[in-house]
């Protein structure tokens, strides 16, 4: 008898709600296995690839590619006895969560009781999700098919809607594999449609009337006659959500203050070409980008206030003994802050290799959610745009940030004589509530005078 399961939206990192299907790795009829990756979506953090929970096969995607789905909310329908082996059950709803062996603390790769390998850290619904957002009409998420069809009983007679009645968002129309590729055809959204079939499920019938009637025009929807095609929208969602937010809160609760210092990096460029015919470096890409995080970790320990945190639940300041060093990124889905865990522990040669690993993955597109999350200091790179300096917005949960600009030839005076040097200009911003003046304007130098004579560092 065919056991039917529904894998829900998984919270994949710590206080997210909702996440978007970027593409389905399967297909209604496919046999599927556990830990077989089935869909990858993009949280507000990053693109995550899903693993499948069971050994079975695939009856219905209950979210298309580009829907954004609430966590908690069934994404697909899988069928664990196709081959009707399993005792008959009575039908009852049970809590949807991944196979875990009774642990979900594994880390990705390793061997988890039972012999399982955990692919993803923090993967499945989380105890007391449910409780954290209220839905109309919770779905069971894993129904056993009854022993015989059962008649629906006869719909109440009600009075037919003047015109389809809009879903909530996180509302999952129930429809057909046929009827929702009818539907994206013909551009219907299915969440605006009441279905007509039994228990409301959506038919043919509903979306080609969606079709034929005519449509109203909503009194928000924004004219194009004056610019036709020359604008387009794009929905704000994923990372760019996220991101601005986050801007938002910090811009608007931690009082900002930005510095500015320009210094000569001739001898940091120098140093950087020898290291270049080092045996230890030769392998190793090495950026200004390297010495400027490596001057960060240096200065922050005669500055620890740079690496401290603002706690305002607490009442308190939290200082750091490490530094979790986040790298400001651009990548085709928007800006992200991976960190470098433990930054302070590394060597130049292993910070290199770290930032140029760091930036591959983000290039690409997978960093995982959990690398960007609880860093203490960020540095944000405007040079490699040819800009020379900015005024950066501190990272959420952090108490400054470097932007560090161009390197450029310009007239620098050395010993009474304007000669050719290598310069570069460095912003600071920092939160006034915990770093003063004084200590912001103490590390901003120090970070300069290491980039202006790499040799400092023996002093430190």
């Given at each position: 008898m065919p056991q039917f399961q529904q894998f829900p939206m998984p919270d994949t990192a710590e206080g997210l709600t909702e996440a978007e299907i970027l593409t389905w790795h399967v297909k209604p009829g496919d046999a599927v296995k556990v830990n077989q990756i089935i869909v990858e979506i993009e949280t507000a953090k990053a693109a995550v690839e899903l693993p499948c929970p069971w050994d079975g096969v695939v009856t219905e995607l209950l979210a298309e590619i580009g829907q954004t789905v609430e966590v908690g909310v069934p994404i697909i329908t899988i069928d664990t006895d196709p081959s009707g082996?399993?005792?008959?059950?009575?039908?009852?709803?049970?809590?949807?969560?991944?196979?875990?062996?009774?642990?979900?603390?594994?880390?990705?790769?390793?061997?988890?009781?039972?012999?399982?390998?955990?692919?993803?850290?923090?993967?499945?619904?989380?105890?007391?999700?449910?409780?954290?957002?209220?839905?109309?009409?919770?779905?069971?998420?894993?129904?056993?098919?009854?022993?015989?069809?059962?008649?629906?009983?006869?719909?109440?007679?009600?009075?037919?809607?003047?015109?389809?009645?809009?879903?909530?968002?996180?509302?999952?129309?129930?429809?057909?594999?046929?009827?929702?590729?009818?539907?994206?055809?013909?551009?219907?959204?299915?969440?605006?449609?009441?279905?007509?079939?039994?228990?409301?499920?959506?038919?043919?019938?509903?979306?080609?009337?969606?079709?034929?009637?005519?449509?109203?025009?909503?009194?928000?929807?924004?004219?194009?006659?004056?610019?036709?095609?020359?604008?387009?929208?794009?929905?704000?969602?994923?990372?760019?959500?996220?991101?601005?937010?986050?801007?938002?809160?910090?811009?608007?609760?931690?009082?900002?203050?930005?510095?500015?210092?320009?210094?000569?990096?001739t001898p940091m460029m120098e140093l950087r070409a020898r290291l270049k015919t080092s045996p230890a470096f030769r392998d190793v890409k090495v950026t200004p980008l390297v010495f400027a995080a490596k001057a960060v970790i240096l200065a922050a320990r005669r500055t620890p206030d740079v690496n401290a945190t603002w706690d305002a639940a607490a009442g308190e300041i939290v200082y750091k003994d490490y530094v979790h060093l986040g790298i400001a990124a651009a990548t085709p889905r928007g800006l992200v802050v991976p960190k470098v865990r433990d930054a302070d522990r590394m060597s130049l040669r292993d910070l290199a290799m770290a930032l140029d690993r760091l930036a591959t993955t983000a290039r690409d597109g997978k960093t995982s959610p959990a690398e960007m999350m609880g860093g203490t200091f960020t540095i944000t790179n405007v040079g490699v745009f040819g800009v020379d300096t900015g005024t950066p917005i501190i990272n959420p949960g952090e108490s400054a940030i470097l932007a560090l600009g161009a390197i450029r030839d310009m007239p620098w005076v050395v010993d009474g004589q304007v000669v050719p040097r290598k310069v570069c200009q460095l912003a600071l911003s920092f939160d006034h509530r915990v770093v003063d003046g004084q200590q912001g304007s103490q590390f901003l130098a120090d970070v300069g005078a290491l980039l202006a004579d790499p040799g400092l560092a023996m002093t430190y």
């Open positions: 082996a399993a005792a008959p059950a009575a039908p009852a709803p049970v809590a949807a969560e991944p196979a875990t062996n009774g642990t979900s603390s594994g880390k990705i790769g390793e061997e988890m009781p039972g012999g399982r390998i955990a692919t993803l850290v923090g993967y499945g619904p989380r105890a007391g999700a449910a409780k954290r957002r209220a839905r109309k009409d919770p779905a069971p998420v894993a129904v056993a098919a009854p022993a015989a069809p059962v008649a629906p009983p006869p719909p109440a007679p009600v009075a037919a809607p003047a015109a389809p009645v809009a879903q909530p968002g996180g509302y999952v129309p129930q429809a057909k594999p046929p009827v929702r590729k009818l539907a994206k055809d013909l551009g219907v959204d299915l969440r605006a449609l009441a279905g007509s079939g039994a228990n409301g499920v959506i038919t043919r019938e509903d979306v080609e009337q969606a079709v034929a009637a005519p449509a109203s025009t909503p009194a928000s929807t924004v004219s194009t006659a004056d610019n036709g095609s020359r604008e387009r929208r794009v929905v704000i969602k994923g990372v760019r959500k996220a991101t601005a937010q986050a801007m938002v809160d910090s811009a608007f609760t931690a009082p900002h203050v930005t510095e500015f210092l320009t210094i000569d990096v």
